[in-house]
């Protein structure tokens, strides 16, 4: 898509920008589906006419309404408005997994409350029922999509809410691993393993090392896997079994 957005810009319009799913990509947010399938979303400040060219979808917008930022040399709607554009196209689960990537710990590209700010804007307009749910459940914290679907699952069934992605310790103070899902007073960790935990083999070692270590300390850890998620039930069964059981 990057190649098509350097291509486009050169017509571009100076009064356009890049928009919806064109500008969640330029911003590495991770969206369904396949990005090389998708046209590009340009948006024009109204009353200029938007693009009605083959592989382009045009949007207006009322200036002063949205807010546009600067990626890769090109305008490109701000990462919050971005998520209030999806609002009407995406599910609930995924705008809290765009959501919960763009408040990321280590490299946010906004904040909370940057995100509850825009429940104002967002009045009556088509998905502004799923972006004040989606505002609701997205959290600091998480590191992959899969972590916030497995976050979600477990929240949804009642289950307390873990702590993400926080660092475990001895008893002397020693650091012993960083837990995905971390139910501090069980001492219980679930843990999503994607496909390099089992494909790379250093880190299938550092794995059962880690493993080792957080057993011998008295925690309980349940990794999960990308094919147990076809049975949620399974999965909570494990996870409820564990906190019942400290």
């Known amino acids: 898509m990057l190649e098509r957005c350097t291509a486009y810009s050169a017509v571009m319009a100076p009064w356009a920008f890049f928009s919806h799913q064109t500008a969640a990509r330029i911003h590495g947010l991770p ?3 396949r990005e090389e399938e998708e046209p590009l979303h340009v948006c024009v400040w109204k009353p200029e006419r938007a693009p009605r060219v083959e592989g382009i979808v045009g949007h207006h917008a009322t200036l002063g309404s949205t807010e546009t930022v600067m990626r890769r040399g090109w305008q490109v709607t701000a990462p919050a408005h971005t998520l209030r554009q999806l609002a009407s196209t995406l599910s609930v689960d995924n705008l809290v997994i765009l959501g919960d990537a763009l408040v990321a710990r280590d490299a946010p590209l906004c904040t909370l409350q940057d995100l509850a700010a825009l429940l104002p804007g967002a009045g009556g307009s088509r998905g502004a029922v799923a972006l004040r749910e989606a505002l609701q459940l997205i959290r600091v914290g998480s590191e992959s999509p899969m972590e916030t679907k497995l976050r979600l699952l477990l929240g949804r069934a009642g289950l307390p ?8 310790y001895d008893r002397h103070g020693r650091f012993l691993a ?32 880690r493993l080792e ?9 349940i990794r999960v896997l990308r094919d147990h998620l076809a049975d949620p039930q399974a999965v909570l069964a494990r996870v409820r079994s564990a906190l019942a059981g400290r």
């Open 31 to 33: 969206l369904p589906g």
């Open 161 to 168: 809410e873990p702590a993400l992605n926080v660092n475990i």
């Open 178 to 209: 960083r837990g995905d899902l971390m139910y501090e007073k069980e001492r219980v960790v679930v843990e999503y393993d994607g496909d390099q935990h089992r494909s790379d083999r250093a880190q299938y070692e550092r794995d059962v090392d």
């Open 213 to 221: 270590r957080l057993t011998d300390e008295g925690w309980r850890v």
